[in-house]
């Protein structure tokens, strides 16, 4: 069992929501990991639009 | 007979520097007398730039930013617009024909947008011979 | 870099609680090195195997190696196993064999691995409703039947017809397209569904104005049962559509037939009025609505979570992000459909209860990378190293890359050129470093690919070898020249030389920018006292910053003083006196009641606010502002409200109906006018709670006394996402709901104790009266007065309606287009409590992040001023879109002496003011006319 608490948040589903929740979350002090079932993240939007932007979830 | 002309094409970094790109990706063909110069805004472009361009040889220049309301720094477009659309007259009195300047608004989406204002370019160019 | 992304990755199992998670991570194979491909495509050219595109709807193929789509990220290949010849059956490895950049890996395994996490967000999204087997629909058996998913591809200029429009069964013309709203929602008979999907109303709108740009003059109706555009300027989108002559169809769908050949369809349905009605088309597209996917369900399952019998996680609506399980957080469609603002916002909010509870472990995980101390090399002659890369083949394939490489050692400050396989790979990188330390380089172009793509990476690379990052320049020579022009490769290796002059002409003018920083007071000024006001300055509040609350009234809580329940029942009055209590209470919080802020200057990081208190200003120094300022409720003229005492608003209705006043509680018949100030040419929006709002107080009277006869006239039931269940609910209690036109509206007239309201019967195409003990007036919610004033205080946008205008309506929600500036709740658009909360708490991650910047250094591609050249003539004020230029104080010697001065926070380096300036007294740093007008010489001077 971990005692202390962590500094770093897991974040399920790499589409618009997730890629949000995690840039929000690094830029303000912890550590993410990003976890997508597929092999890109980009979500159902990246679909809808064809240019989703890549500087939106660029790290 | 294509590479015979020379396109100045001014892309704002946003939008028709990125259709550029797309274009490229999708490996559509326009002409290979186009050279794009990478501006971060269509206002970025002083009118000096576009004459220099004619006066050491270039058959045409285009502006091309973002499409209206898209603009990534709110209105620059506009500005360009209102700023630029006065050098046609000037253009005239230098006896260059204004066809051979030409702002092109499209998206960061719009491959297709971005090399037409090419082709289409390159036509004028060839009908003005 | 402190995110870690794990593609092709499943959370196996969630062990642990709040602040202390670990969690069992599955990853499968790619096959693919990620380290190594550097997505140049030709593995997927020469693999055989054609698969249906399901990123595309299946409408269009692709390899068994592949990206998912063009702009993917991470931008690396990846192997489906299921259809790899190699991995199938041991035969091809085709790919492996074109691979320049050995990235191919058949021996990849799968791997599991634990992490440990102080919270979890789970954002797992849906998938479209699969209509295939369904016969109303006939998807699946005629070919011109299409989702509204494919549509989306056939419209794209990037999809399989170019974006024309044509008839899938024969590529004919379409002249007429059917819209079927509905399709796996609010139907529980064909689907499963009862709840509405919340977005496809809006999107078949898009898809219909599109369908319409693309096909000229073709014919589109759309079939619906109620149109639900609650959203932000979505009822002036819908005006537009029927504008642009859209047809708009109220009814119920019957059925699709095949008319002869098959190459259209016949539309049965029955109208509005009841009667059966028949149309042919030559598409039609169904309209998906969302469901929970199999993997959300597993997520659910193995986080120890419990959806509902709809697939969605439930959640409060005053912790509208919070799980049943403390430290772990949903958002996006997980609770309930939604559009991509909503989702938007919910993210937002999850990151700010994710790290609420966090905060004194912020900072202890995250990365940060040393460089070496930066050579300065102001005076130093320019050196320039070029990098020609061959990008596998993606360039060498077309341009001759040592013609390009001799001719750049020839061009002027030139001293080292070189060519290299993939000049964006790990290991050239560190050789590139050697190479600028090796040769006292002070220049670098690398002729490559996009500098969108890859200029932050080779940024880097000149940091780590002691360079200042901006002395670098690309010549984009893939992208412009081998990609484009490959069937004339002497054009493009003549196009690719000019490319890489005019970038080292342009590189020899660049100077090393020093960073630009920013100092930030963390102080938070939030404005408005009610629920999101509150909401906010306790989120800015627990994490520690100090926070300015200012109320113009005289207590806090705002509007939902006047509330009573939410849509899921829960107690507002409990909620909004508890959270009055605890903003009272936070050390860090402080009030000004009776306080308005009246004048404003500064910029992000720097503002000074002036608040007036009864006669007194007050000054407020702060970093950031929250905006939340509320909305009122529009005071009807209509319906006989001035003249009865039993004609009232929904609001007085509540009051009443909760202090027992006779004429609610003795009343008999009740009916509720909806629309009423909302969705009118002088306010052409609707009001989003007013549906909801209307039938939960029809409920309520049912249940109290089922033999309460309850109307509700409405325009159209928006009871949207999981609200359709109280829709549902209503009418299976006797509610009754009648259709009215905003063109024949209802009418009440006052009898001695009763009123009498007049509406046409649609189905009967009769007038109706209804007797009525009392009416009920669902009206609009108004913009406040003050969102005028703060819009002219801090010079931010408001929207036709008067509502605040936010940066963009679907990535920024929250934050206003000038910096250091956010907004929450009704000011923004009408809304429920739950989604006012979710958006405030929005805010607070958006304002956290921007707070957050104290330490990092900001983009230095800003613009400055040449003091001897600027000659005060002041041209670049006006034009600046950011007023990031003013007057410099130091030089007001009279007349001529002025000189302008550049604020670098506010400048976004646009350029605007330098092209024009007649004097070269102000220049974009990385971009200047001087370097812009060398790379014109250049380009002339083969």
């Known amino acids: 069992m971990i005692q202390q608490k962590v500094g770093a948040v897991l974040v399920v589903g790499g589409g618009i929501a997730g890629i949000q929740a995690a840039l929000d979350l690094a830029d303000t002090g912890f550590f993410v990991y990003l976890v997508e079932r597929r092999g890109a993240i980009g979500g159902t939007m990246a679909q809808l639009d064809k240019t989703f932007p890549g500087n939106e979830c660029s790290m | 007979m294509k590479h015979r002309f020379r396109i100045i094409a001014f892309a704002c970094h946003w939008c028709a520097y990125a259709a550029a790109d797309l274009a490229g990706t999708a490996r559509m063909a326009y002409p290979a007398s186009v050279r794009i110069i990478r501006v971060l805004c269509s206002s970025m472009v002083h009118p000096h730039l576009v004459l220099e361009a004619f006066q050491r040889g270039a058959d045409g220049v285009l502006v091309m930013g973002c499409r209206e309301g898209e603009c990534h720094y709110l209105d620059g477009n506009l500005r360009a617009k209102d700023r630029l659309s006065a050098l046609e007259d000037m253009l005239e009195t230098m006896g260059i024909e204004s066809e051979r300047f030409r702002l092109v608004w499209c998206s960061s989406a719009e491959a297709e947008r971005f090399t037409q204002a090419c082709v289409e370019m390159e036509q004028t160019l060839a009908s003005l011979g | ?942």
């Open chain 3, 1 to 942: 870099m402190n995110i870690e992304l794990l593609t092709l990755t499943d959370v196996e199992q969630v062990e642990g609680e709040i602040g202390r998670f670990r969690v069992k991570l599955r990853q499968r194979p790619r096959y693919v090195n990620m380290d190594r491909c550097m997505a140049c495509g030709e593995c997927a050219r020469v693999c055989p195997q054609e698969v249906a595109d399901a990123f595309n709807g299946g409408i269009t193929t692709r390899k068994a190696i592949y990206l998912r789509y063009p702009q993917a990220v991470p931008l690396k290949y990846q192997i489906d196993p299921q259809r790899c010849l190699k991995i199938q059956s041991g035969t091809c490895g085709a790919c492996e064999k074109v691979c320049q950049a050995q990235a191919i890996n058949w021996e990849d395994r799968e791997r599991s691995w634990t992490v440990d996490v102080g919270s979890i967000i789970l954002a797992p999204g849906f998938q479209p409703f699969d209509p295939r087997g369904i016969r109303t629909w006939g998807y699946g058996i005629f070919p011109n039947v299409i989702t509204s998913m494919e549509l989306e591809c056939y419209l794209s200029t990037a999809g399989p017809t170019q974006g024309r429009l044509i008839r899938p069964s024969d590529g004919g013309p379409v002249r007429k397209i059917a819209f079927v709203q509905c399709v796996g929602s609010r139907d529980e008979n064909n689907c499963g569904h009862g709840y509405c999907s919340a977005v496809c109303c809006m999107s078949a709108l898009k898809e219909a104005m599109l369908a319409k740009e693309v096909g000229g003059d073709v014919d589109v109706a759309v079939f619906f049962l109620d149109m639900r555009t609650p959203g932000k300027d979505f009822e002036r989108y819908y005006e537009k559509a029927r504008r642009r002559g859209i047809r708009f169809n109220r009814c119920r769908v019957h059925s699709l037939e095949p008319v002869g050949d098959c190459q259209r369809l016949y539309f049965r349905y029955i109208t509005n009025e009841g009667r059966p009605a028949r149309e042919t088309f030559d598409l039609v597209v169904l309209s998906l609505g969302m469901e929970t996917n199999a993997d959300a369900r597993g997520l659910a399952e193995r986080s120890g979570l419990q959806l509902n019998e709809d697939g969605f996680l439930d959640t409060s609506s005053f912790q509208p992000v919070a799980t049943e399980r403390p430290g772990i957080y949903a958002c996006g469609v997980y609770t309930g459909p939604k559009d991509i603002p909503g989702s938007v916002v919910e993210a937002s909010a999850a990151a700010m209860a994710a790290a609420g509870h966090l905060a004194e472990v912020r900072n202890s995980l995250v990365r940060s990378v040393e460089f070496p101390q930066e050579r300065d090399v102001a005076h130093e002659e320019a050196r320039v190293g070029v990098f020609v890369c061959c990008c596998g083949s993606n360039i060498a394939g077309v341009i001759d890359v040592e013609e390009v490489a001799e001719y750049a050692k020839h061009l002027p400050h030139v001293v080292h050129v070189e060519t290299s396989l993939f000049a964006c790979s790990q290991d050239t990188q560190e050789w590139i470093r050697r190479r600028i330390e090796q040769l006292g380089l002070n220049r670098l172009v690398v002729a490559a690919c996009s500098p969108r793509s890859h200029e932050p990476l080779f940024r880097e690379t000149l940091k780590n070898a002691g360079l200042n990052e901006y002395l670098f320049e690309m010549a984009n020579i893939r992208n412009q020249a081998s990609w484009v022009h490959a069937h004339a490769p002497r054009e493009a290796t003549d196009k690719a030389k000019d490319l890489v002059r005019m970038a080292v002409a342009k590189v020899v003018l660049a100077e090393p920018l020093p960073p630009v920083q920013a100092n930030v007071n963390p102080t938070v000024l939030v404005i408005g006292g009610g629920v999101a006001g509150m909401t906010a300055a306790l989120g800015m509040a627990d994490q520690g910053y100090p926070v300015h609350l200012v109320e113009k009234s005289s207590q806090l809580g705002g509007n939902a003083r006047h509330l009573y329940r939410t849509w899921k029942g829960e107690a507002i009055p409990e909620f909004v006196e508890s959270l009055v209590e605890r903003v009272k209470a936070h050390p860090y919080i402080s009030i000004y009641l009776r306080s308005q802020v009246v004048k404003a200057e500064g910029f992000l990081g720097n503002f000074r606010s002036t608040i007036r208190k009864g006669n007194s200003p007050l000054i407020l120094d702060h970093g950031v502002a929250i905006v939340a300022v509320g909305a009122t409720a529009y005071k009807p003229q209509e319906y006989g409200y001035a003249e009865s005492q039993r004609v009232l608003t929904a609001l007085e209705f509540d009051k009443l109906h909760a202090v027992g006043d006779e004429r609610v509680a003795k009343g008999r018949s009740f009916v509720f006018i909806q629309c009423v100030g909302s969705r009118e040419p002088e306010r052409p929006y609707c009001s989003r709670v007013c549906c909801t709002h209307s039938i939960q107080a029809a409920i309520e009277l049912k249940e109290e006394d089922p033999s309460r006869e309850i109307t509700i006239l409405y325009r159209d039931i928006r009871t949207y996402g999981l609200r359709e269940k109280l829709y549902k609910k209503a009418r299976e209690m006797g509610v009754v709901f009648i259709n009215y036109d905003m063109h024949d509206k209802p009418s009440v007239r006052l009898g001695p104790n009763e009123l009498y309201v007049q509406v046409t019967d649609h189905v009967l195409h009769m007038p109706l009266s209804i007797r009525a003990d009392v009416v009920i007036l669902a009206t609009a919610i108004v913009p406040h007065p003050d969102v005028k004033d703060l819009a002219q205080v801090y010079r931010i946008p408001i929207n036709e309606d008067g509502f605040f205008q936010e940066a963009h309506a679907k990535l920024r929600p929250v934050d206003f287009a000038g910096e250091g500036l956010f907004l929450a709740g009704l000011a923004h658009y009408p809304k429920p409590l739950d989604e006012t909360i979710a958006q405030a708490m929005a805010a607070v991650a958006q304002a956290t992040r921007v707070l957050s910047i104290r330490r990092k250094d900001v983009d230095a591609i800003k613009a400055y001023v040449v003091e001897d050249k600027c000659d005060g003539c002041g041209l670049c004020l006006d034009v600046c879109p950011f007023g990031a230029i003013d007057w410099d104080p130091k030089s007001g010697g009279g007349e001529g002496t002025k000189l302008v001065r550049i604020n670098a926070i506010l400048c976004k380096g646009c350029g605007s003011c330098q092209a024009t300036c007649p004097k070269d007294g102000v220049r974009v740093a990385g971009f200047t006319y001087h370097q812009l007008m060398e790379q014109v010489r250049s380009c002339f001077a083969a």
